[in-house]
């Protein structure tokens, strides 16, 4: 069945870089645009970016633009999230959550890996 | 882009029927179809439960509905139970290409 694994998160300081990554299966991961979610603690969900199924449209919120960059491998079925410049207000748990398919034919956010934390402190 | 505007909290007896709002601008809830309701439990993954506005995915209670007006979408859960008890969020796609969700809705079940 769909399943997303994320991974890469961690204790960072303030001003470092992270990448994190989720690993995709049970599905034609080379159709679906894929998204990063994330969650502060105490906070609600805050949507961060999306890549479209074959990487060549990206967009991102404004909290994050010119900070992160996502990406994906098609060839190894797993979408990445570099961060850059990392404040305390990046700490949260980081979804990936899958897009619609290529035909725009399945909902969007319709499976969700579990999360990883990642925790911006000095 | 600004969060979608939901209630903090909302209650209600079990069998009752409640509503959740979310209020959002004409660069997104109110020009396109792809509000999407999520349910989460904390400490697991959120759920999708609605998308497109008033489509239910596959597994989904049919107590579980949702509408749009102008620039509100409105998700209504009928017939509540204890296990409806959760936080609500709200998505939309905008027009600038991005998403948005709400601010989050705690359902309490009394």
């Known amino acids: 069945q769909e399943q997303l694994v994320e991974s890469g998160g961690g204790v960072v300081q303030p001003g470092r870089s992270l990448r994190l990554s989720c690993a995709a299966s049970?599905?034609?991961?080379?159709?679906?645009?894929i998204h990063w979610v994330r969650q502060a603690p105490g906070k609600g969900l805050e949507w961060v970016a999306v890549?479209?199924?074959?990487?060549?449209?990206?967009y991102y919120a404004d909290s994050v633009k010119g900070r992160c960059t996502i990406s994906r491998d098609n060839s190894k079925n797993t979408l990445f999230l570099q961060m850059n410049s990392l404040r305390s207000e990046d700490t949260a748990v980081y979804y990936c959550?899958?897009?619609?398919?290529?035909?725009?034919?399945?909902?969007?956010?319709?499976?969700w890996g579990q999360g990883t934390l990642v925790t911006v402190s000095s | 882009q600004s969060a979608l505007t939901q209630p903090a909290s909302v209650s209600g007896s079990p069998g009752q029927s409640i509503t959740i709002s979310c209020t959002g601008t004409?660069?997104?809830?109110?020009?396109?179809?792809?509000v999407s309701w999520l349910q989460h439990h904390p400490g697991k993954v959120p759920k999708l439960m609605i998308y497109?506005?008033?489509k239910r995915p596959s597994g989904v209670s049919n107590r579980f509905s949702g509408s749009k007006s102008g620039n509100t979408a409105t998700l209504t859960i009928s017939g509540l139970q204890a296990e409806d008890e959760a936080d609500y969020y709200c998505?939309?796609?905008?027009?600038?290409?991005?998403?948005?969700f709400g601010g989050g809705t705690k359902l309490t079940v009394l």
């Open positions: 497109d506005v008033t």
């Open positions: 959550a899958r897009g619609d398919n290529v035909v725009g034919a399945t909902p969007s956010f319709d499976y």
């Open positions: 004409s660069g997104d809830v109110g020009s396109y179809d792809y």
């Open positions: 998505n939309s796609y905008t027009s600038s290409s991005t998403w948005v």
């Open positions: 890549i479209s199924y074959d990487g060549t449209m990206k």
């Open positions: 049970g599905f034609s991961f080379n159709y679906y645009a």
